[in-house]
């Protein structure tokens, strides 16, 4: 077990501080949606709750708080970004939401009433949200910082310190030290090293270690595997070097990979299940999509008219490579002239192109272009999340010159995805293998919970045109 002084670790105290906050903020959001539902009117509130609303508000603060726990809320040291917790508590929201109108049928002298429930989940949400945001900000980042121990001192172990420098890099995390091993080079600078002289379990308890990284130059014969499944048994984490740089910058090391890493590591869900609430999410937030952006898209279709004529088409239809490399047609806004490829041979897509139109310019900008992608996400042949789909001739020549470059055909491309997220459009060899590394960062770590993260980061995107070309 912990030592009490690890139960005291300041992350801990801050997700006290932060629950506490967040269940009076829920509670008087649900007192606030009371009065603005009726008015300010009690004679009203008490003829419509037969009394006090105390206990139906400590009902909604409670439920939703168990929400936000089952979804990861309270978790100390969570990976996730400002837009992670966003995410998740959007979800823990509509579950609580669903949970509560459930406890209405089934206990239905509590009942809280519609409008009331609406002006309390927004109410609610606002509240969480601040509150959140606030205790980040005056905890300094303790909520989402783990404290990392990384066992070895050499060239493997200087790969955290040489390329993770800089605080953007270290968000989620912090180094406590570096413990030597025996045989490994000296790279790591001296006052930075730890000694463990009473063991590494007793120095993981003191120093309230979160998560170990497992990077020595050599394995064999030099880690203290007794030590180390001791600090696992007492709940720290422990990863090795590749995992650790998987997670904290969000893509693969493709130089590192080998085909164990597919055969052995977690990931690369293709369950039933998952494939459901793929094909559910895509339906769905297709299908809204749609719905909002029809005005859109029928002024963006006469504006192509009117630049090019009556008999410029609006549409282009070009072959792209989907999931397990079958070709489908892919649909998209005309943006550039109907000449633009006369002589037959495949070009990349670059800065200040000049194939590209007037109002070609603006709906790439806007990522507006994109938007009858929706179709190929309905007929299933794209996934509204996903590796961005390339066309044939640029496949094959990647394939040949980039290693592993066809794992990203595993899943159905989209119309959004992480590597469009966290790099710039390609347009070159090099362009494609930065951006393979976050391609097969999403295939193996996809789930639901990353496809709403997606979903939320592009909007950013598209509203300041980040990565557009």
């Given amino acids: 077990m912990r030592s009490i002084s690890d139960a005291l670790h300041p992350a801990r105290r801050w997700i006290l501080f932060l629950a506490s906050a967040e269940f009076v903020a829920l509670f008087l959001a649900f007192e606030a949606a009371v009065l603005v539902r009726f008015f300010g009117d009690f004679d009203l509130i008490d003829q419509a709750f037969g009394g006090s609303t105390v206990l139906r508000g400590l009902v909604f603060a409670g439920v939703l708080m168990l929400a936000m726990t089952s979804m990861g809320l309270y978790a100390t040291h969570s990976r996730d970004g400002w837009s992670g917790h966003v995410v998740r508590a959007l979800v823990a929201f509509f579950a609580g939401g669903l949970t509560l109108m459930a406890l209405q049928y089934l206990t239905p002298v509590d009942d809280i009433g519609r ?30 910082r783990r404290q990392v121990l990384v066992l070895g001192v050499g060239e493997k172990a200087d790969l955290i310190h040489s390329r993770l420098r800089r605080d953007s890099d270290r968000r989620t995390f912090g180094i406590v030290g570096y413990v030597p091993v025996q045989g490994d080079a000296e790279r790591v600078p001296a006052e930075l090293r730890l000694s463990p002289s009473e063991g590494l379990p007793a120095m993981v308890d003191l120093l309230g270690v979160d998560e170990i990284v497992v990077a020595p130059d050599c394995r064999r014969g030099s880690l203290p595997l007794d030590e180390l499944m001791a600090c696992r048994l007492r709940g720290v984490h422990v990863n090795d070097l590749h995992t650790f740089l998987e997670n904290q910058t969000g893509r693969a090391h493709i130089n590192a990979l080998s085909p164990s890493w597919i055969v052995f590591d977690a990931g690369f869900d293709r369950s039933v299940a998952r494939s459901a609430s793929k094909r559910v999410f895509d339906i769905a937030s297709s299908s809204l999509l749609l719905l909002l952006a029809m005005p859109l898209m029928l002024l963006t279709a006469v504006l192509i008219k009117f630049e090019s004529g009556l008999g410029g088409p609006i549409f282009y239809l070009q072959e792209r490579v989907g999931e397990g490399g079958e070709t489908f047609r892919v649909i998209k806004f005309r943006s550039m002239r109907t000449d633009a490829e006369r002589d037959g041979v495949a070009r990349w897509a670059t800065s200040n192109d000049d194939r590209v139109t007037r109002v070609g310019r603006v709906i790439r900008k806007l990522r507006i272009d994109e938007l009858p992608q929706v179709l190929n996400v309905l007929r299933g042949e794209m996934s509204f999340v996903g590796p961005r789909p390339e066309r044939p001739t640029f496949v094959e020549q990647l394939e040949r010159e980039i290693p592993y470059y066809g794992l990203r055909h595993a899943v159905k491309p989209g119309i959004t995805g992480w590597a469009q997220l966290r790099y710039a459009y390609g347009a070159s060899v090099k362009d494609a293998e930065e951006k393979l590394k976050y391609d097969l960062y999403y295939v193996k770590n996809q789930s639901l919970m990353f496809d709403l993260l997606v979903l939320l980061q592009t909007v950013e995107v598209v509203l300041f045109g980040k990565g557009a070309r």
């Fill in 115 to 144: 409008g009331v429930m609406v002006l309390a989940l927004g109410f609610g949400f606002a509240g969480v949200m601040v509150a959140r945001a606030f205790a980040l900000r005056v905890g300094q980042g303790e909520l989402l």
